[in-house]
């Protein structure tokens, strides 16, 4: 796609040639105004231009913080422009999948992960996203006042079952277990998937017991692990 | 602006005008020797003669000090000096020029022709700075030739003032160059630093709130499982609220028609005392109504949009409005010794209508309280002819003028009399 300086051609529907996502301009997906307070920012004037797949991995990696609108001017998280300039480029499925799944940038990671969201298709997405609720990174999020401390699973969450994320949308997605209901999906095995086992077994059992291996603490009370004299016992190699 | 006498006639006569300054005529004539010893000439009578009042400060001891100034010193030290360097550059010349297939009584007639002309430009120039302090006139020297190793050893080359100019002009910019670059400099150590001009106003805040990871990998880890618990629990529950909810569609389908009737009963009925749990509307009470706008919400929003307005009284509100004057029974009491309000009580007080009192129909036979057929009822006065307008017939129709006389009437104008 050219590069031109006047970009607001790319937000004319007449003309568009490009790829479809959900049968329309890809950007589409953002609404009018956040779409202008993109396009007017300084952010995506000066840094954004001229952007390839490659290009935005640099900038990506600058990255610092998450978010959609902030402000009283409503202005446009830098997160928020790379994902806009991802929609523009519509990159390939494999180049996403990279962004995805390398290590290293946890916010790049977090972008490609709105993208797919945004882009895919509701099978794609729960069989792509759901390996990265296992990633508890953090992350900062840039509310509309001040910052608030998420993380990475919890992104990915938000994802799955939320509405409005980053200011944004998002396109319905059937629940999961509609899909299961239509043998699309298999039920979800959750990376703690023994210890839950055991788990309920215990439960079911009335007892408490602590299994070899593991180092979480039987909730008896329903109340969620994370006391702080609760660590002591996670150093221990036996659990007993 | 060039000489007047460059344009002007120059075979017309000089006329002499006090105060006005006249202008040598220079690079047009021929001979510019000639000209010059004209100039120097005829530079003296042209002279404007000094003003008989003097501006000048009268200070006795600067004026004796005036009158003290011998300019001819100055003159004949200037001469000596310059008779010395010409010497030197003659010696110079002829020294190197030795070799040289030149014309050696040229260049000593133009030697010494030169030595005239910068004499007698010196002594212009002492005359010109003297008499003419403000607007001293500059002569450019003649130029001279100076071959290449003359050219060199010039060890201090003699600049003109416009040159001196130039020169201050290129270290001005130098400097400026040099400010400019020091700017530039800071500016990209300030962007490498990472001081962006879109994001002032994230520096600060940002520190609160932070990113980096293993710090405490444990806790995280345990803080990552609770997530991932309540998720698990809350997809549980999402799966066990839709089997119940089947259960119960299955349930009532499986029950006879008069047990369905009977659980109806009893629900509405339980939604009944809820209603009356929350406080009932008095007589005379402001309706505050919620509002039609609803969205889905979380636990809290949805608690404060179900609780009972219409059950909260403040404080000096009257439960019983009926004791209150007829002027305070009013619904909303915030209105009351205002100008806008509304006197409207209730439809019941404002309804003029009669509402099932039929007892005036008794009254029709009583013939002394008889009305006046006006203000009878319907059914009272029921003529055969028709009741109002209709109960008398009409009467008879006034004569009319053209009656009389058949179409003979000349305007066509209906005439009624009197």
Redo the contacts between chains.
């Keep these: 796609m050219a590069h031109q300086a006047d970009e607001k051609r790319m937000l004319d529907d007449r003309g568009y040639t490009g790829t479809l996502i959900r049968g329309a301009n890809p950007l589409l997906l953002f609404e009018k105004p956040v779409r202008d307070r993109i396009v007017e920012s300084m952010y995506w004037k000066e840094q954004c231009f001229g952007l390839n797949a490659a290009t935005l991995c640099d900038r990506a990696v600058e990255l610092e913080n998450i978010g959609g609108i902030y402000g009283a001017a409503q202005k446009p998280s830098k997160f928020l422009c790379l994902a806009f300039k991802l929609l523009q480029l519509t990159p390939e499925r494999d180049i996403v999948l990279h962004y995805l799944r390398q290590q290293e940038w946890k916010y790049l990671r977090a972008l490609a992960a709105f993208y797919i969201r945004l882009c895919w298709q509701p099978k794609e997405i729960f069989e792509t996203l759901e390996p990265f609720l296992a990633d508890y990174r953090k992350l900062k999020r840039r509310a509309r006042e001040g910052f608030a401390l998420t993380y990475v699973d919890q992104f990915v969450d938000d994802l799955l079952t939320k509405d409005r994320v980053c200011a944004t949308s998002l396109w319905k997605l059937p629940p999961r277990t509609q899909l299961e209901d239509l043998d699309v999906l298999e039920p979800r095995i959750s990376p703690l998937g023994e210890e839950l086992e055991d788990i309920d077994a215990d439960r079911q059992d009335g007892r408490t017991e602590d299994d070899s291996g593991s180092d979480v603490e039987v909730l008896d009370d329903g109340h969620g692990l994370g006391n702080g004299h609760d660590h002591d016992n996670d150093t221990d190699v036996d659990g007993d | 602006m060039p000489p007047k006498r460059m344009t002007a006639n120059r075979d017309r006569s000089h006329r002499y005008f006090p105060g006005k300054v006249e202008y040598a005529q220079d690079a047009l004539s021929s001979d510019s020797e000639n000209s010059d010893a004209e100039v120097s000439s005829a530079h003296q009578p042209a002279k404007p003669s000094l003003p008989k009042a003097t501006s000048f400060p009268k200070d006795a001891r600067l004026a004796a000090n005036l009158s003290k100034i011998n300019l001819d010193a100055r003159r004949a030290q200037a001469a000596a000096q310059e008779a010395e360097r010409l010497k030197r550059e003659a010696e110079a010349r002829a020294k190197e020029e030795e070799g040289f297939v030149t014309d050696d009584d040229n260049d000593e007639d133009d030697g010494s022709r030169r030595e005239q002309e910068s004499g007698s430009e010196e002594e212009e120039q002492e005359e010109s700075t003297s008499s003419e302090d403000d607007v001293p006139k500059r002569r450019m020297p003649a130029p001279k030739f100076i071959s290449k190793t003359n050219r060199k050893q010039h060890s201090v080359p003699v600049f003109n003032e416009e040159e001196l100019a130039a020169q201050e002009d290129a270290r001005r910019k130098e400097r400026a160059d040099e400010m400019l670059q020091l700017q530039l400099e800071k500016q990209a150590a300030a962007k490498a630093a990472g001081k962006k ?2 994001d002032d ?1 994230e520096e600060g ?2 520190d ?6 293993d710090v405490d990998p ?15 629990k809350r ?1 549980r529950d ?2 066990e609220s ?1 089997e119940k909810e089947r259960e119960e569609i299955e349930r009532r389908r499986n029950l006879s028609k008069e047990e369905r009737e009977a659980e109806d009963r009893e629900y509405i009925d339980t939604q009944k005392e809820e209603h009356e749990g929350k406080g009932k509307m008095g007589h005379m009470q402001k309706y505050f109504h919620r509002g039609a706008y609803t969205f889905d919400a979380d636990d809290e929003t949805k608690q404060l949009l179900n609780r009972d307005i219409m059950g909260s009284r403040f404080q000096d509100d009257a439960r019983d409005k009926s004791m209150l004057p007829s002027a305070l029974q009013i619904r909303d009491m915030t209105k009351i010794g205002k100008k806008g309000r509304t006197r409207y009580r209730d439809m019941k007080s404002e309804d003029t209508g009669r509402w099932g009192d039929l007892g005036v129909r008794d009254r029709r036979k009583d013939g002394d309280h008889r009305l006046d057929e006006r203000f009878l009822s319907d059914g009272d006065a029921e003529r055969p002819g028709g009741t109002g307008a209709n109960a008398y017939a009409v009467g008879e129709r006034r004569k009319r003028v053209d009656d009389s006389r058949d179409g003979r009437r000349d305007d066509k104008r209906p005439k009624y009399g009197r």
């Design positions: 001009d879109w106003d805040l940002a609160e709130v932070d990113d980096t990871d444990e806790e995280e880890r345990a803080l990552w499982k609770k997530r991932e618990l309540l998720r698990i997809d999402a799966i839709a």
